[in-house]
């Protein structure tokens, strides 16, 4: 485990390394690259406003004056929980492993309270669900599937999902319909008040 941490950092270092001076301007205090980005209803965090060279947030309407950003690190910091749903891919059972979403929440400062959650994915697919929600499905935000990292292009590099046989009444729907509350490609996360 020591040699995993070791190698994460060492890459992270190294993407970060040439936006250093980028990261300082923004304030953003992660280590390399933001991939997860909770806003909303909830004081502090670590980075500020949406600004200029927050292409992908503007196209999508995002706003906020100040948020939480997670690195891969940062993620990985987290305790992971794993499940194995079928998935609507390919029909086979897949193991995908990440922290709960409540506990990257908890992470970023949100008080878990009644809370209306935005899932936002890169393609600009959105996802409404409350923080009750989130918890009785025990939705994890995946940063792992079969062991290997998501990858940008396939269904990452985060994935926000649940197993749908732990979900009453999911599986009595068709495999194509179980996930459709499970954005992936997720990058943002904005908390509002229920």
Known sequence: MQ???????AAAGAVAAPFAGAAQAS???????ALLTVSG??????????????QLM?????QFEHAHAFDYAALLA????????????????????????????KAAGVGLHDALLVLRALDGYTVQLTLE????????????LDGAPLPLGGVGP???????ARVPGL????????????????????????
């Open 41 to 54: 209803a909830f004081p502090g965090g670590n980075r500020p406003g949406v600004g200029p060279l927050d």
């Open 171 to 194: 599986l009595d729907r068709p495999l194509g319909a179980r996930f459709a509350r499970c954005p992936w490609g997720v990058y943002h996360i904005e908390v509002l008040l229920d």
């Open 58 to 62: 503007h196209k999508h309407g995002v």
């Open 27 to 33: 304030a953003v205090s992660v280590r390399g690259p």
């Open 78 to 105: 987290l305790p992971a929980q794993g499940i194995e749903p079928v998935l609507e891919y390919d029909g086979q059972p897949h193991v995908l492993s990440g922290p709960l979403l409540t506990t990257v929440l």
């Open 3 to 9: 040699r995993r941490s070791f190698l994460l950092s």
């Open 133 to 144: 929600e989130a918890r009785q499905t025990r939705m994890i935000v995946a940063t792992h």
């Open 158 to 164: 985060l994935w926000a999902l649940y197993d749908p």
